[in-house]
Structures are given as structure tokens and as C-alpha cells.
């Protein structure tokens, strides 16, 4: 596609269970990041995927969250034993990898409500 | 530590100028960009400067950089309807990152 899309974008789950979020970035960009934004705040970093080099997990907020990236394409973000404080809108960017100005384009995000 | 501050709303009428104001700590970055989002979409980069820079111009939009104070702002000229949104302020972290701000809503009322 032309840009990046996620699916799905609206996703309520029952505090408990487990989730998954999918990011497909832009074709040929081989940088993706996802992140968090709650209401009020700024984005808060998550995970950031570089072609083959090991990703940075820093910003995961715990051991619940995980992500992959199979093939150096489509990331899957997943939450296990979600709890309320997950609701947030997941938002997942790619961008091209060059050093210097990395301008990262944005999916439209998933909304996640834990109830 | 990486913080950026920006005030979370502003009221403008349709044709004034907008200005809006970022605070950041970091000074190695090397870039600062100004995002917009819109309802129900992810951000979208709407202009970036330089950190050798003091002023940059495009069209409709003006961004100064005061790097000694760490402040940058974006000016948004003939403010319109569709200006309406929410825009977050992001510095560079190293090589890859990027800390934005909470996001200022600007409301564009006629």
C-alpha cells in the first residue's frame, strides 16, 4: 500500500485476556517503531525494529508487551493479560533508515480499550 | 533527560496567526520537527529545522529555533478551518529516536 496501515483500528478486550496489534510500514522501509499515546500525553516510545539488527526494546513497559517483526516487513505488537492502564492508541511509524533527518510516517493507529 | 513541553491548547480565529511554543532539554539534537494530527489519523510531518538554524519559512508556516533557550516555535500564518488539529513538537534523541510533546489542540473558530 502507500502508506502504513494497522489493523485492526479499534480493539476492546476484557481486562485479562491478550491481544495482538499488526503494523504493515511502507514497502522498503526497513526502520519501524511503535508507540503509545494516552490521552494528554506525548507519544512514549516502545520498540524500535532496524533491518536485521537486534531491536531496541527500552521503551517496553513491561514484561506483558512484546513485539516482532517477521521478514523485516509486518510487526506485530502483543499484550499479554491486558490491564486497564493498556487502553491507549497504539500508533506504529516506518521510515527509510537513513542516518541524519528520518522522517517517520505514521499508521492511523489502533485504539485499545481494556475493560 | 529527553522532555518536551508544549502548552495543550490554543483558540484562534479564522485568518489570525497561530503561534505555537515547544520547550526541549536535549541540546545534541540535531533535528526538531512539528507534526500534525488530525482526527482519527496518525501524525503527519509538517515541517522540521535544522539545529544550526534559527528560522525556517514554508508557505503558510514559519519555525524559529532559539537554541540557547531550547525553545522552538511554529508560527502558522492566515489561519484556516482545516489548521484545526492537534500539533506535537519532537526533538531528535541520537541516531534514531525521536521525544515529542504532549500535543497543543488548536481550535480554529470562525
Known amino acids: 500500500g502507500a502508506g502504513v496501515s494497522q489493523s485492526p483500528s479499534n480493539k476492546v478486550t476484557e481486562k485479562g485476556k491478550d491481544v495482538e496489534l499488526r503494523c504493515d510500514p511502507i514497502?522498503?522501509?526497513?526502520?519501524l517503531y511503535w508507540y503509545r499515546q494516552s490521552l494528554g500525553q506525548g507519544l512514549e516510545f516502545l520498540i524500535y525494529?532496524?533491518?536485521?539488527?537486534?531491536?531496541?526494546k527500552s521503551g517496553l513497559p513491561s514484561d506483558r508487551f512484546s513485539a516482532e517483526r517477521t521478514g523485516g516487513s509486518v510487526s506485530t505488537l502483543t499484550i499479554q493479560r491486558t490491564q486497564q492502564e493498556d487502553s491507549a492508541v497504539y500508533l506504529c511509524?516506518?521510515?527509510?533508515?537513513?542516518?541524519?533527518?528520518?522522517?517517520?510516517?505514521f499508521g492511523p493507529g489502533t485504539r485499545l480499550t481494556v475493560t | 533527560g529527553e522532555d518536551v513541553e508544549q502548552s495543550l491548547f490554543l483558540s484562534v480565529r479564522e485568518g489570525d496567526s497561530s503561534v505555537i511554543n515547544c520547550t526541549y532539554t536535549?541540546?545534541?539534537?540535531?533535528?526538531l520537527y512539528w507534526y500534525k494530527q488530525e482526527p482519527g489519523a496518525g501524525l503527519q510531518l509538517l515541517t522540521y529545522?535544522?539545529?544550526?538554524?534559527d528560522m525556517k519559512q514554508d508557505q503558510r508556516l514559519t519555525v524559529l529555533l532559539n537554541k540557547k533557550d531550547k525553545h522552538l516555535s511554529l508560527r502558522i500564518a492566515d489561519t484556516q478551518t482545516g489548521d484545526s488539529a492537534i500539533y506535537f513538537c519532537?526533538?531528535?534523541?541520537?541516531?534514531?529516536?525521536?521525544?515529542f510533546g504532549a500535543g497543543t489542540t488548536v481550535t480554529v473558530r470562525a
Open positions: 519532537a526533538e531528535s534523541i541520537g541516531d534514531y529516536k525521536l521525544s
Open positions: 536535549d541540546s545534541s539534537s540535531t533535528y
Open positions: 511509524a516506518s521510515s527509510s533508515g537513513l542516518a541524519g533527518l528520518y522522517e517517520q510516517y
Open positions: 514497502s522498503g522501509h526497513t526502520a
Open positions: 529545522i535544522f539545529s544550526n538554524m
Open positions: 525494529f532496524q533491518g536485521n539488527s537486534a531491536p531496541d
